[in-house]
């Protein structure tokens, strides 16, 4: 499988497809009000950047990074397809979103997952990419319903 992953924009049918398969995924395993998710036109804004990873033309994951400026960067919408699971898709995401962040001089990046049953294939991705578990960043709550990983750039 060679995968080859870029910079999209959102607005995209197939990348719509994407983000609704990941709502689906996510929707059952955390209460919803505590689920912290972007609507594509969200992830279409200036301070968000979406990489896109796809096989043979078809997309089957994607990562974004979100600049909440001062040094101040944060990882969301990590996605991949259940069949790539496992193929280090995952990692070259996350890979892309790091040395974006670093292009950008971001010190600091930040992410919100799951803490529940389900969310341990991210869990290993954000931990074998260096990432260490924090408390609770930016404005999200510390309900126990959440995990908090970090990674210092600079």
């Known amino acids: ?3 080859e992953i870029a910079i999209e924009t959102p607005l995209q049918d197939d990348v719509r497809t994407m983000v609704s398969a990941l709502n689906a995924t996510m929707i059952p395993l955390t209460p919803r009000e505590f689920q912290f998710q972007l609507t ?4 279409a804004e200036p ?5 896109v990873a796809r ?21 969301k919408r990590m996605f991949t397809l259940p069949e790539v699971r ?16 670093r292009q950008k001089r971001i010190a600091r990046l930040v992410l919100e997952t799951g803490e529940a049953p389900g969310f341990e294939p991210a869990y290993r991705v954000y931990e074998r990419g260096g990432f260490t ?11 126990g319903h959440s995990r908090f990983y970090e990674k210092k750039l600079s």
């Open 133 to 143: 578990t924090c408390g609770a960043v930016l404005d999200y709550p510390d309900s």
């Open 1 to 3: 499988m060679a995968v």
């Open 86 to 101: 496992g193929k280090r898709v995952g990692s070259q995401l996350l890979e892309k979103i790091e040395a974006l962040a």
């Open 40 to 43: 594509v036109e969200q992830m």
């Open 55 to 75: 096989d043979e033309g078809k997309p089957v994951g994607m990562g974004a990074l979100k600049d909440h400026g001062g040094g101040l960067g944060e990882v």
């Open 47 to 51: 301070a968000v950047t979406l990489f």
